[in-house]
């Protein structure tokens, strides 16, 4: 496979794909045995690779490859297992110590004046096989947060603690901001508040979509397992930061076509609000505007 060709099907350079195969190659090496002839790590990789970036059956990757379908399938998950294992902590993880953690609030803060933000949430949706158990409750999700203590300031006499930036669809708590609901009739603070919003958190929307741009596998019903499903994504999500991180090139061409979101409502407009929330968004409106 050429380079031109080897960056367009697995998504990274010549020079990305020896260093990763080189990294996995102690945890995905197999020797010959005196029935079968081993497949190399270069090729479990590749496969591994052309699976997630491509909507291709496993059958197709089979007939690709020279491989038998029975093949590819636990190559795949072995190769994807091994990425989880041995990079994912590496590749992904949140800041922890105070430094960086205030290096993030500036850096959010840069993007449109909006303070005390620490990170931004969005819903990014993966079909897979209804488990057995609880097959309606499936893509359901529940998210839950904490946040470091100590770097809260004082805004307007409130305490006003660090945040996380959510969309419409999430509820408004005391430690996740969503934009106020327009119903035609917001006042300029609150037009200013949503707007500083949404070009902040527009970052993880467009992280969203290069990882399923890249992996175009996650915009297709994944079936397997839960088990295997939630290491496939993983996977996933470690080879977009390796790829990032060795400064890839990313074809906007592979976004034609991605969805993010797929029948994900926004919450109960009429549900109780958090008043410690709306006296905290408050001064952060007064801030922006």
């Known amino acids: 496979m050429d380079r031109q060709r080897l960056g367009r099907e697995l998504r990274m350079s010549q020079v990305t794909f020896e260093k990763l195969c080189e990294e996995l190659a102690p945890f995905v090496e ?18 591994t690779l052309y699976r997630l970036a491509d909507t291709a059956s496993y059958r197709a990757v089979s007939n690709l490859f020279g491989v038998g379908k029975s093949t590819v399938c636990p190559i795949v998950l072995e190769v994807c297992s091994a990425i989880v294992e041995f990079l994912f902590k590496r590749l992904i993880h949140l800041s922890v110590t105070r430094q960086d953690i205030e290096t993030e609030v500036v850096a959010f803060f840069k993007r449109a004046g909006f303070p005390q933000v620490v990170g931004a949430l969005d819903g990014c949706h993966v079909a897979i096989l209804a488990p057995n158990e609880n097959p309606a409750d499936y893509d359901a999700c529940c998210t839950r947060t904490f946040l470091p203590m100590g770097l809260s300031k004082v805004m307007t006499n409130v305490v006003v603690p660090l945040a996380i930036l959510g969309d419409s669809a999430y509820g408004l708590t005391n430690w996740l901001m969503r934009p ?3 119903r035609g009739n917001l006042n300029n603070e609150e037009v ?9 958190r527009v970052v993880v929307e467009n992280a969203f ?9 996650l915009g297709r019903r994944l079936d ?24 890839e090139e990313f074809d906007e ?7 993010l979101h797929l029948n994900i409502q926004p919450c109960d ?9 709306i006296d905290i968004s408050n001064p952060l409106k007064n801030f922006i505007s």
Not at 192 to 200: G, L, V
Request: a positive charge; proline letters at 0%; hydrophobic letters at 30%.
């Open 253 to 259: 061409e592979w976004l034609e076509g991605v969805q």
């Open 209 to 217: 979509g290069r990882l399923k741009g890249r992996f175009r596998s």
């Open 30 to 47: 197999r020797w010959d045995t005196k029935y079968r002839k081993v497949i190399s790590v270069r090729e479990r990789v590749a496969i």
């Open 269 to 277: 407009r009429e549900e109780k609000q958090d008043r410690e929330a």
């Open 224 to 247: 397997q397992s839960v088990e295997s499903a939630t290491t496939t994504v993983t996977a996933c999500c470690v080879l977009h930061n390796y790829g990032e991180v060795m400064k």
């Open 192 to 200: 200013a508040f949503n707007t500083a919003h949404s070009k902040t």
């Open 180 to 182: 106020f609901t327009d």
